[in-house]
């Protein structure tokens, strides 16, 4: 270490600014500014090389943490990304989208603000772009072995781009008329920019993976005709099935899901023409079903769309300032928490929930909401607190509900869980000879880092299927779960 006792010298957790709010609302770029070199050395110093490393235990890629934060604090900026890539293919995607269960568990956390464990990983990558330290590694020699990955998420993207570089030559197939599935449409421009993205899939490109775009698998190619043209098959179509409410008016218009909002107003952020199904808030008193990050998305896009008034409404309470004692260090715990897209206006309810959706002419015009409580396991209205909302576009953010089911199912011979979950043993294997399921298709709705960690690690057993061993990494089983749920 550069200073052993860098955790008693540097007490306080540095964060690089976000730009001003009237300047960010004005535009679709990412909010943060650059930080600086010397502040990012001083927090990666923070890292007490601990005896163990309870940052691992919280992150399912198994990240050298410990080893690049201190390359970082030495300035070693080459070896640091190395250290990285070697248990991470995209360190710029979960510095950026991850909520960073290793900062929950870092030791440091105990007594102290833990170590900005994220965002050191973050510039480790972005200065790795700079210097163009990201190079295609190309396979030495080509296996005569080919490879079918379905979905082009992140999980998708790690099983090609770790599959390609073994030899294999893989064709990733993506429904959508551009490769990145959900990170290409449904994450704002302001969280990750369209750039970070496509340098990445210029890398694959270059090392030999094939991309194709705007094929629906099912329909425009059967499951039958790529268990004929390939030797295995990747599943990694997400959990893209959304969850929907049942109440009174919700057949009126003005009532879309996240996911029918984000990805054409995405699209129109990047400059492309705006598609027959864009929604604008522009004007717009919008209220927003659901506390969680795909609100907070929706949320920021209304905001910069001009809308007048954004309301999101958690059904939970609001959480503690700091960690609960019933949810200890290492767990990842519930804490209150300001998004960007918070900081910019628009206002937050808490304990909040709806009764029905009111209308005029076949459209929405209000939300009755009500605050309630838990009262036996149960949520209970409280009785008086009822309001109605001015609503004129309300967006569902209430999750989803698992992978969708169509003719791909059938025709690979998938089977399904109770949650919907394509069923798969603890080696990503189902019960068709060659066909593997990874990530949120075979997990449920989870977060970005097991959808890499997972697509490693059936990218292993894939190769073992081809040529009998592997030398592939394997993070986690797929019935793995986090150390710190």
């Not at 939300?367 to 609503?391: H, I, M, N, S, Y």
């Amino acid at each position: 270490m550069v200073d052993p006792r860098g955790f008693l010298t540097v007490r306080e957790r540095e964060l690089p600014p976000r730009r001003p709010v009237p300047l960010r609302l004005m535009d679709w770029r990412e909010v943060y500014e650059k930080q600086d070199m010397q502040q990012l050395q001083r927090q990666a110093g923070r890292c007490m090389d601990c005896g163990i490393p309870f940052c691992h235990s919280a992150c399912p890629l198994g990240n050298l943490i410990p080893e690049w934060n201190d390359l970082v604090s030495r300035g070693d900026m080459h070896e640091a990304i190395e250290r990285l890539h070697a248990t991470n293919n995209f360190p710029e995607f979960t510095g950026k989208l991850c909520p960073a269960p290793c900062e929950s568990a870092c030791v440091l956390g105990i007594n102290q603000p833990p170590v900005t464990i994220k965002q050191v990983e973050v510039m480790i990558a972005e200065n790795a772009a700079e210097n163009g330290w990201l190079e295609p590694r190309v396979p030495e020699r080509l296996t005569g072995k080919t490879v079918a990955v379905i979905g082009s998420g992140p999980a998708g993207l790690a099983a090609a781009q770790q599959l390609t570089r073994a030899g294999h030559t893989v064709a990733v197939y993506e429904r959508d008329d551009k490769i990145g599935g959900l990170m290409r449409y449904g994450i704002p421009e302001f969280k990750m920019e369209r750039a970070v993205l496509d340098r990445r899939l210029a890398q694959m490109e270059a090392e030999g993976t094939r991309f194709r775009a705007g094929v629906s698998i099912g329909e425009d190619i059967t499951g039958e005709q790529l268990r004929d043209r390939y030797d295995a098959i990747v599943v990694a179509t997400g959990a893209t099935a959304w969850r929907d409410v049942d109440l009174p008016g919700r057949d009126l218009a003005g009532i879309h899901q996240a996911m029918e909002y984000l990805p054409p107003t995405n699209r129109v952020a990047v400059g492309e023409e705006p598609p027959a199904d864009h929604i604008d808030a522009a004007g717009l008193d919008v209220v927003v079903i659901g506390g969680g990050d795909t609100g907070s998305d929706c949320y920021g896009t209304a905001l910069r769309q001009g809308a007048r008034s954004v309301t999101q409404l958690d059904i939970y309470p609001q959480a503690p300032g700091e960690r609960h004692e019933a949810e200890p260090w290492p767990t990842m715990p519930k804490v209150f928490s300001v998004s960007s897209s918070h900081e910019e206006g628009g206002e937050r309810k808490f304990s909040a929930s709806t009764q029905a959706l009111i209308g005029e002419d076949g459209h929405v015009t209000a939300l009755r909401v009500v605050e309630v409580e838990k009262v036996d396991g149960v949520w209970t209205p409280v009785e008086g607190t009822q309001e109605d909302l001015p609503a004129q576009l309300v967006l569902l953010a209430i999750g989803f509900t698992g992978p969708e089911h169509g003719g791909l199912v059938e025709q690979l011979g998938l089977q399904a869980d109770a949650r919907t979950r394509f069923t798969r043993t603890p080696g990503y294997a189902t019960s068709t000879p060659g066909v593997y399921v990874a990530g949120d298709a075979g997990r449920g709705q989870s977060l970005i880092v097991w959808a890499i960690a997972e697509g490693r690690a059936c990218a292993s057993a894939v190769d073992e299927f081809l040529m009998g061993d592997t030398a592939l990494p394997s993070p986690i089983r797929a019935d793995a779960v986090p150390l710190t749920a």
